[in-house]
T-cell receptor, first 114, second 117 residues
């Protein structure tokens, strides 16, 4: 997990509330990613960003939003429009020459919405 | 469509025995393949990758993986399993439709490895 921090580790929210998950990296990586992990499924890509002020939707972006105001930071907001937000959320980063490079993952945030 | 399959939900092995976690892929062009491990309530840790070259790739913690192009497989192996190897293992392949510095990965559903003393 070294180099990427996510906070908080556990997060509880009431239905209808927006919530923001933090992701910070000190690896000087250009690209950052947000994934969602559900039991029995592989990771699914929510959003990704290559540079500051630029980000793209992944496979399951509906109900989520992101920002990339700093190279080190890529926060994810889970909005009330997300129908099933309870999940484990993972942030990752990779170098610019990342087509063959591995992604480095943070420790994750487990979000529970009731 | 690009995809990754991990046909076993769980693999059980006795400590000291060799282990294999299977992965097959379907992707256009040359595959870039990765293995990650996840311990409970933690992020994923990179184990190894295949980009090109030798079909046998060595990685962290004594793991290795064998790339087989004809069988479109990339099985993870270890000669002697440890109880501490018990975890969730993910195979991933780079999505070739992405370029420009992104490395979009397509993940398998994961295989839970249980090593018994």
């Amino acid at each position: 997990d070294g180099g990427i921090t996510q906070s908080p580790k556990y997060l509880f929210r009431k239905e209808g509330q927006n919530v923001t998950l933090s992701c910070e990296q000190n690896l000087n990586h250009d690209a950052m990613y947000w994934y969602r992990q559900d039991p029995g499924q592989g990771l699914r890509l929510i959003y990704y960003s290559q540079i500051v002020n630029d980000f793209q939707k992944g496979d399951i972006a509906e109900g989520y939003s992101v920002s990339r105001e700093k190279k080190e930071s890529f926060p994810l907001t889970v909005t009330s429009a997300q129908k099933n937000p309870t999940a484990f959320y993972l942030c990752a980063s990779s170098m610019w020459a990342g087509e063959t490079g591995e992604q480095y993952f943070g420790p994750g945030t487990r979000l529970t919405v009731t | 469509a690009q995809s990754v399959a991990q046909p076993e939900d769980q693999v059980n092995v006795a400590e000291g025995n060799p282990l294999t976690v299977k992965c097959t892929y379907s992707v256009s062009g040359n595959p870039y393949l990765f293995w990650y491990v996840q311990y409970p309530n933690r992020g994923l840790q990179f184990l190894l990758k295949y980009i090109t070259g030798d079909n046998l790739v060595k990685g962290s913690y004594g793991f290795e993986a064998e790339f087989n192009k004809s069988q479109t497989s990339f099985h993870l192996k270890k000669p002697s399993a440890l109880v501490s190897d018990s975890a969730l293992y993910f195979c991933a392949v780079r999505d070739p439709s992405f370029s420009g510095g992104y490395n979009k990965l397509i993940f398998g559903a994961g295989t839970r490895l249980a090593v018994h003393p």
